[in-house]
């Protein structure tokens, strides 16, 4: 039980990070670029 929880800890704590990576990396690019666009490829 305590190797699941740390386990969800420890990926939520990453989404956490990725999500903010991203947005952070997102504003810096919109920064210096006057059009930016994006692809979702659905693997």
């Known amino acids: ?6 386990l969800a800890e420890e ?3 990453w989404k956490v990070f990725r ?3 991203f947005s952070k990396l997102g504003a810096q690019l919109a920064g210096e ?3 930016l666009v994006l692809e ?3 693997t």
């Open 1 to 6: 039980m305590e190797t699941k929880r740390r």
């Open 11 to 13: 990926c939520e704590h």
């Open 19 to 21: 999500r903010d990576l």
């Open 33 to 35: 670029y006057d059009l």
């Open 40 to 42: 979702d490829l659905d």
